[in-house]
Nanobody, 119 residues
Framework: VQLQASGGGLVQTGGSLRLSCAAS??????MGWFRQAPGKEREIVSA????????YYADSVKGRFTISRDNAKNTVYLNMNSLKPEDTAVYYC???????????????WGQGTQVTVSS
């Protein structure tokens, strides 16, 4: 499975971005978005089960970010609103055979897309 993340960019505080993650195959994987800021560990941002029935958000993004998926398009989205400078990081999408929040249990990773929020 190959994952292609896109949609990152430079935005001002309070702005919005929509990240997309396109998978190369039509497989019902559980999907997650992670981020890694310079000098920090990779952390879970949000996760969605293969059928969209289970959702997870990190406390830091609850109420601001929304994860969704379109299995017909093999694509997962992360809508990010009210962005803050602390959201600045490289964002990665990943696919897992199980629904999990742990990066170590994800089987496939995209290449990452940079999100920069200016103050």
């Amino acid at each position: 499975v190959q994952l292609q993340a896109s949609g990152g960019g430079l935005v001002q505080t309070g702005g919005s971005l929509r990240l997309s993650c396109a998978a190369s195959v039509h497989t019902p994987y559980n999907m997650g978005w992670f981020r890694q800021a310079p000098g920090k560990e990779r952390e879970i941002v949000s996760a969605v089960s293969w059928n969209g029935g289970l959702l997870y958000y990190a406390d830091s993004v609850k109420g601001r970010f929304t994860i969704s998926r379109d299995n017909a398009k093999n694509t997962v989205y992360l809508n990010m609103n009210s962005l803050k400078p602390e959201d600045t990081a490289v964002y990665y999408c990943a696919a897992a055979r199980v629904y999990t929040y742990s990066p170590s249990r994800y089987d496939y990773w995209g290449q990452g897309t940079q999100v920069t929020v200016s103050s």
